[in-house]
């Protein structure tokens, strides 16, 4: 494991006393982001103050780089994802995602990463 892979599986990021790993979709992208990730977790965690952040990554979406923070709220199921845009510090989106969402997601990612990797 080289130098810049030990760095990047210590990236945690905090929001009203939840801290959770950051991942990065691709190598490189927390290095271009120009607001740093617990800024940007904390602007997401202004539009669910009741919440508990439960996930965070950094990611290229439409063009644009941004994290996507979700959150859980307690006595409500599935989660609400919020988006940040990483050159801005401007809070994007803010998305309830069901348990069924949440499982669409995550097959298309896998279809997308598996179509990549061909």
Not at 55 to 83: N, R
């Amino acid at each position: 494991m080289n130098m810049l892979s030990i760095l990047l599986v210590s990236v945690f990021v905090s929001a009203g006393g939840s801290k959770v790993r950051l991942k990065e979709e691709s190598p490189g992208l927390l290095a271009r982001a120009k607001v740093v990730g617990d800024v940007a977790a904390a602007a997401a965690k202004t539009r669910l103050p009741e919440a508990r952040l439960v996930g965070a990554e950094i990611e290229v979406e439409d063009g644009k780089l941004i994290y996507s923070f979700d959150f859980k709220t307690g006595g409500k199921s599935g989660t609400d994802e919020v988006t940040v845009d990483a050159t801005t510090g401007a809070v994007l989106t803010v998305e309830h995602e069901t348990p069924r969402d949440e499982r669409a997601e995550k097959q298309g990612e896998a279809k997308k990463s598996a179509a990549a990797k061909k």
